[in-house]
């Protein structure tokens, strides 16, 4: 039995009618066979990110894994938003009781003016309904505006294990802790609330969980509070080009995310967590003449070091298609088969998985002769 008391063989029978389970906890040569998808915000392509309804549609889909964002309100709850900015994702913006709460923050070095989740309570935000990020890329989803408001961390958790029941499938959740050294240092510390979950939710304790961060010290701080119990993994998020995780930064480090992915590098991620997610062009870029270019060796290196390797995030519409697979000029268009090519291409080159913004296409990819 795993730590978490439930053994992998017993969550693969539980795999549901037409799909592959993928193996858990997610080890290299199993994912490799098997790579897993994650809906990225959901299902974001087909409905408003981080709402219910996204998550659902990603697990009709065929999903693996969801992806919530995580951010605190004022009094210290979880909610589900890719940022702490709401300005774009929710109708703020039309309630004027809240119009005072309009400011500009630097959060993670970058100005912005909005309203922030931070400045809410609970209760407050729930006044509020999503909105789709992208109105004009997506217009089929901005006719889901109003319809579902921002759910909990707590509401997602119960949500995905009613979802794993009634489909007799292991779901997993992939949270992302985010702007961590922003929020601790306004009072408002996510790792002990994220902890305290945990405790609190069986299916936590119990289910596929990968937590997720684009920072360090604060997956560094959950292994040594979580150790390494059988349900649940860490991830290294990084990008290819020479940033500074947030928690370097403020401390005056120079280490940089393309540091991060030298063999160096990810032999000191693998000492503290077990999943390396770069950027997909970190991994294959894009060449002069748009098409894809050769793997650099950061899958292979990343192996090496005992890291699985699941790069975020595959998008169907044109403008995030590598040029070569474009269909037509509206940058707008969704061409789902060259977003099945780009895939395959990633998985030939050895990836364990990976994030999409549309997992039915993800699925079939994986099933793409």
Known sequence: MHAAGLDRRALLALGGAGLVTAAWPLQAQEARRNPVVIGHRGACALRPEHTLASYAKAILDGADYVEPDLVPTRDGVLVARHENNIAETTDVAAHPEFAGRHT??????????????????????????????????????????????????????????????????????????????????????????????????????????????????????????????????????????????????????????????????????????????????????????????????????????????MPWTFRPENQFLPPALREGTDPNRRVPAASITEIRAYLKAGIDGFFTDDPAIGRAALHAT
Do not use: C
């Open 104 to 309: 500009e923050k630097t959060i993670d070095g970058q100005k912005q003016v909005g309203w922030f989740t931070e400045d809410f309570t609970l209760a407050e935000l729930k006044t509020l309904r999503a909105r789709e990020r992208m109105p004009t890329v997506r217009p089929a989803n901005a006719a889901y505006d109003g319809r579902f408001d921002i759910p909990t961390w707590a509401e997602i958790v119960d949500f995905v294990a009613a979802e794993s029941s009634a489909r007799s499938r292991p779901i997993g959740l992939v949270p992302e802790l985010k702007h961590s050294t922003y929020f601790r240092g306004i009072g408002l510390p996510l790792e002990d609330r994220f902890l305290a979950s945990i405790a609190a939710h069986g299916q936590l304790r119990r289910g596929p969980l990968i937590v997720q961060s684009f920072e360090i010290a604060n997956l560094r701080y959950l292994r040594r509070a979580l150790g390494r119990p059988g349900n649940l993994q860490l991830m290294q998020l990084t990008i290819g080009f020479p940033l500074s995780p947030a928690d370097v930064a403020a401390k005056g480090g120079r280490v940089t995310y393309p540091e991060m992915m030298t063999p160096a590098g990810l032999a000191d991620i693998a000492t503290y967590a077990d999943i390396l997610a770069p950027d997909t062009r970190a991994l294959i870029p894009v060449d002069p003449a748009g098409r894809l270019g050769k793997p650099t060796p950061i899958i292979a290196d990343a192996h090496r070091a005992g890291l699985v390797v």
